[in-house]
């Protein structure tokens, strides 16, 4: 067994300092009324003198950009759950603690190249989610929580190591009721190796049986069960902004940051989602909604935030924008995936993310394939489709390379059709007559026509209503 | 400070001085054939095969796309895709398909305006997944064509643009003007990369519209 701790010391001040710029100075007070105190404040403020401790009006004094918000200690704890989600991607074992997440990581550690890799990349992605954190590694669960608190990087990856490391560290940050700890200090311990020197059954007859089970659990002497967290089958946060964004740049900043999080949820699951929905709320409650849709699933952040943002720069924010909200429509588990030797499939998954790109900035109906009907008319000879589609029809007529979308009406000139000259006719008649099924019944001789200027058009004659002629083809 | 006086031979015999008058032979990778022989040997081979190239027509439809359907149907049935952004035209699947362009690796993109529609050259150049990109942009900067000359190099892909009129220095690796009369087409070559030729090939009218009026290579 090995245990990670990670506690988060001040994630009262990271959940709004995650979503604001680091030059902004932030502070976070505790308590009411009166007895309102600054609890936390970032560095910027704090160049600025603003400590834990002082009241908000010296903070303002101190500081008068400063922004001050009151301590969400709900928000903190979804904040916790969400994290213990995404801590799921690294070990199937993560439990929640006061401030802090435990992750039993005995198993991941061959997967993630040893224990100095996976903290790495524990704390790289705590930094990219905004978060503040000390981290500590123990072989048990007490022990590794209780030397996260202490100081960040403690390891210990033996229990033999275990009591010799935790020997000096003072006794104040033993998680004991008061009068425990008041107790202990009065008998002239003042660090846990005082503690762990004395007899263990007379501590026990003196101080209770939770010392004497705490010290055992701390040394992983006593098994130390928890229930572990489950992560939420939907992924469905809100983040609230702490300052109104009247532009877009205040908006992705955060939305980055919520990207992160599902990203870190979906890898936790080992599932992909194929639609995401972003709801931004303005001052007056109103949310509008944005929807993207994947052409196939996916579970890459970065791809995700281009895609929205080309839908975002299209909507014009006719107001502050207070709050953002992410939710996900289906979760599809990851099957896996043979990987063929040769490009063709990865060719593939590139152009669908081309594609899918194209589509989210010009819209959905923008990039088609082309296909060939059946129907002899030519406007009804060939349709739209998703590209790449087969298609097994073959119309092996002379046709010109473009169609106009609405035939033009010529003028006749001793039998001739005129397009600014007189035109030669090359080849035809060609008779068209079909459609009396649908109501477009048309009876057409086609031609092939010359232009003086050399450009070749395919032109028509209506065989029964007006007998004019129409232009429909260029040859290119 | 003296100089040695060095003799006019000797200089021209030294390989790093480019003359003019030596064709740049251009091997088969580089080119697509582009199914005319007159036109391959005054291009030393064909089309490029990775940059951008510009036709100037003074009209639409006077034979562009016929002279570009031969080379566009070898890409297409040696299993390339291709990639057709704002046509000025709904281009008539029969007779694409009758060319020999296999449908189902055609993309034909639409847009509304003309920043939106570089944007889409741009990025299916550069995707490295597309070998031939044709283009109708209604404005096309000295700036836009450099930045398309660069996709097309970094995604290893031909691409092609129509205007009207040449916008300034030209930026891509070859420029031809077309112009067309009842007999011929005319294809004079203004900028072709490392040559300095400025030749003009007339092509036979039939023999361009065969491109469409029976199907090629069959």
Redesign the interface.
């Known amino acids: 067994m090995l245990w990670i701790a990670l506690s988060f010391p001040h994630l009262a001040l990271d959940q709004f300092s995650r979503v604001t710029p680091e030059s902004l100075p932030l502070a976070v007070t505790s308590g009411e009324g009166r007895g309102e105190r600054v609890l936390d404040a970032n560095p910027a403020a704090a160049s600025y003198g603003v400590e834990p401790g002082i009241k908000p009006s010296s903070a303002y004094g101190l500081c008068p950009e400063l922004l001050i918000k009151p301590r969400d200690q709900v928000q903190e704890q979804r904040a916790l759950a969400s994290l213990a989600d995404w801590a799921m991607g690294f070990t199937s074992a993560v439990s929640l603690a006061e401030q802090a997440l435990l992750l039993e990581v005995a198993g991941s550690l061959r997967l993630f190249n040893g224990l100095d890799a996976l903290c790495r990349q524990l704390e790289k992605g705590l930094a990219e989610l905004g978060y503040q954190a000390s981290l500590a590694v123990a072989p048990s669960r007490s022990a590794a929580e209780l030397l996260s608190r202490v100081k960040d990087g403690i390891r210990v990856e033996s229990l033999a190591e275990l009591k010799k490391v935790l020997s000096p560290v003072a006794l104040r940050h033993l998680q004991l009721d008061a009068k425990v700890l008041e107790g202990l200090a009065a008998l002239g311990a003042r660090k846990i190796g005082d503690c762990l020197a004395l007899p263990r059954a007379a501590l026990a007859r003196r101080m209770g049986h939770q010392v004497h089970t705490y010290f055992d659990r701390l040394l992983g002497e006593r098994p130390d069960p928890v229930t572990f967290h489950r992560a939420a089958p939907h992924f469905h946060r809100c983040l609230l902004l702490p300052a109104e964004a009247e532009t877009l740049d205040g908006i992705n900043f955060a939305l980055r940051r919520l990207l992160l999080e599902l990203q870190g949820y979906l890898s936790g699951q080992a599932a992909s989602v194929t639609g995401l929905q972003l709801g931004l709320r303005y001052r007056d409650q109103r949310t509008s909604w944005l929807d993207l849709q994947l052409l196939r699933p996916g579970r890459d952040g970065e791809h995700w935030f281009w895609l929205l943002q080309q839908q975002l720069e299209q909507i014009e924010l006719v107001q502050a924008v207070t709050e953002l909200e992410l939710k996900t429509a289906q979760i599809v588990k990851a099957s896996a995936q043979n990987l063929s030797l040769f490009g063709a499939q990865r060719d593939g998954a590139d152009r669908a993310l081309l594609l899918e790109r194209l589509q989210a900035r010009l819209g959905v109906e923008a990039a088609y394939g082309l296909a060939i009907s059946g129907d002899h008319r030519p406007e009804q000879s060939w349709y739209r489709v998703a590209p790449g589609t087969q298609s097994d029809i073959v119309q092996n007529r002379p046709r010109p390379g473009w169609l106009l979308e609405n035939p033009e009406r010529l003028l006749d000139r001793g039998g001739s059709p005129v397009y600014g000259e007189s035109l030669e006719l090359l080849q035809g008649p060609e008779r068209i007559e079909s459609g009396w099924w649908d109501g477009q019944d048309s009876a057409r001789d086609y031609y092939i026509a010359r232009h003086p200027q050399g450009a070749l058009y395919w032109v028509y004659r209506n065989c029964r209503d007006d007998r004019c002629w129409y232009l429909q083809g260029v040859f290119g | 400070m003296e100089r040695g006086v060095v003799k006019l031979e000797q200089l021209l015999q030294r390989p790093d001085i480019w003359q003019a008058n030596r064709p740049i032979q251009q091997d088969d990778r580089q080119c697509i054939s582009s199914g005319y022989t007159e036109l391959d040997q005054a291009l030393s081979g064909g089309w490029p095969r990775v940059g951008l190239m510009e036709l100037l027509v003074p ?8 002279l570009l ?1 031969p080379a566009l149907s070898s890409l297409s049935q040696a299993g390339h ?1 291709l990639a057709w952004v704002q ?13 020999g362009v296999d ?9 509304e305006k003309a920043a ?1 529609c570089l ?2 050259m741009e ?2 150049l550069r ?3 597309f070998a031939g990109v044709l283009g109708w942009p209604q404005v096309l900067s000295t700036k836009a064509q450099r930045r398309l000359q660069l996709a097309a190099e970094a995604g290893g892909c031909w691409g092609t643009v129509f205007s009207r009129r040449p916008a300034g220095a030209a930026m891509s690796v070859l420029r031809l003007q077309l112009l ?6 005319s294809v004079k070559i203004l900028k072709a990369r490392g040559s300095w030729s400025s030749k003009s090939i007339s092509l036979s ?1 039939h023999v361009v ?1 065969s491109a ?4 090629f290579g069959s």
């Open positions: 009209q639409q439809g006077i034979g562009e796309l016929s359907l895709w046509p000025p035209w709904v281009p008539c699947a029969v007779a694409v398909q009758n060319a449908l189902s690796r055609l993309l034909i993109v639409k847009t939106d944007w889409a990025q299916i995707s490295g997944i067309a009369n009842a007999q011929h087409l009218r519209d469409l009026f029976s199907p």
